[in-house]
């Protein structure tokens, strides 16, 4: 009965949680674009079309989530109502377990709904780089980059190498990846920062307690529609031999490209794809999302205000610490936000930091003390 009991207040809450979802305000927006796309000229400015669509997408994604949790609500209200006249054992338990599932998509909303930049929903361009410490560095980089894969993964989003520089030694020297899916970037712009680890180190005979520093940037991949004017007289384009692992023309020919915007000084590069014009279009994605980074910082007061900002990897600009040895703990220094678990938390488990560090920006408090 105290199972029941708890359902009861659970389902309640979840049921009151629709108050925070405007379905009136969501579809009146979806009915303008709709109007919007019937008009006989609508397709004469394709970038606007392309915004609309999306933005339509969007709104008719929100609404069928948020009829499906009412659906599910009132299925569970009527299991709850079935387990408390039946007081059946097994069907208490087939609605703990369903009103636990029920109640972590409520959640995973109400974190969505904490995403509300201009940019949140896009897809992610993320670059990692080690710091000083040569093999240490850039085993604890690739180590990081594991880490975003796995997330990833879990969420069910696509993840590709748009450049992976191997260490000499071990690990990596750095990466670039492209994580696809929704909101990829309003999560993953929470990780941007300095990342330290103290460990034993495994390449020191001696086993000595090394520290390493790696760093995390975060862009918004940006759609074609988004207006970045990129004159092509201000870019310097180099081709050179890839030097990864892959096919026949890997490492024979100059298919790798580097692209440099001169009057910023802002490089990307490109070499995991088999062909140059790949790689160029690759390149080209990620110094838009870069000089994009550079636009939106004009128009912020502090640099340190922009998402991905390039901080020195150093003590005092980190984010988060990871303690492996000789105790074992994963520390947020922006939230507070600490776990002990440090090996779920490489394989992945890094959602209860995002989600704390969203809820902080939100609120501007400690989300850790809530």
Not at 202 to 222: G, I, Q
Not at 284 to 305: R, S, T
Request: include cysteine; proline fraction near 2%; charged fraction near 25%.
């Amino acid at each position: 009965m105290n199972c029941i009991h708890a359902s009861r207040r659970s389902a309640n809450r979840s049921a009151n949680s629709g108050g925070i979802f405007d379905f009136a305000r969501l579809t009146s927006e979806l009915h303008e674009l709709e109007q919007q796309t019937a008009q006989p000229d609508f397709w004469n400015n394709p970038q606007n079309a392309a915004r609309v669509n999306r933005k339509k997408s969007s709104i008719e994604r929100e609404i069928r989530r948020w009829s499906d949790i009412e659906r599910r609500n009132g299925d569970l209200t009527a299991l709850l109502q079935l387990a408390e006249e039946s007081e059946d054992a097994e069907l208490s338990r087939e609605l703990e377990t369903s009103l636990a599932q029920f109640e972590q998509s409520i959640e995973q909303l109400r974190i969505e709904m904490l995403l509300s930049g201009e940019h949140d929903g896009s897809n992610a361009i993320v670059a990692i780089h080690p710091g000083a410490g040569g093999t240490e560095s850039q085993d604890w980089a690739q180590m990081l980059m594991r880490m975003y894969i796995r997330w990833a993964e879990r969420k069910g989003y696509k993840v590709a190498a748009l450049d992976l520089q191997a260490g000499e030694v071990a690990g990596i020297k750095s990466a670039t990846l492209s994580i696809t899916g929704p909101y990829a970037y309003g999560y993953l712009k929470a990780e941007a920062g300095v990342h330290r680890l103290v460990r034993i180190s495994p390449f020191d005979a001696n086993k000595r307690r090394h520290t390493s520093f790696a760093s995390v940037f975060v862009y918004p991949e940006l759609e074609d529609d988004v207006d970045m004017a990129i004159d092509e007289k201000d870019l310097r384009i180099d081709t050179f031999r890839s030097g990864g692992a892959g096919g026949q023309n890997v490492n024979k020919v100059e298919t790798a490209i580097r692209i440099t915007h001169i009057p910023t000084n802002t490089v990307a590069q490109c070499q995991n794809e088999r062909s140059q014009l790949q790689n160029r279009m690759g390149a080209m994605k990620i110094l838009k999302a870069k000089l994009f980074e550079l636009e939106q910082q004009k128009k912020q007061e502090k640099f340190d205000a922009i998402v991905g900002e390039k901080k020195d990897i150093s003590w005092g600009s980190q984010i988060r610490s990871y303690v492996f040895q000789p105790y074992q703990l994963v520390k947020d220094l922006r939230t507070g936000v600490e776990v002990g678990q440090v090996d779920a938390v490489m394989d992945g488990g890094i959602d209860q930091f995002i989600e704390a560090y969203l809820k902080q920006q939100l609120t501007g408090s400690n989300a850790s003390n809530e």
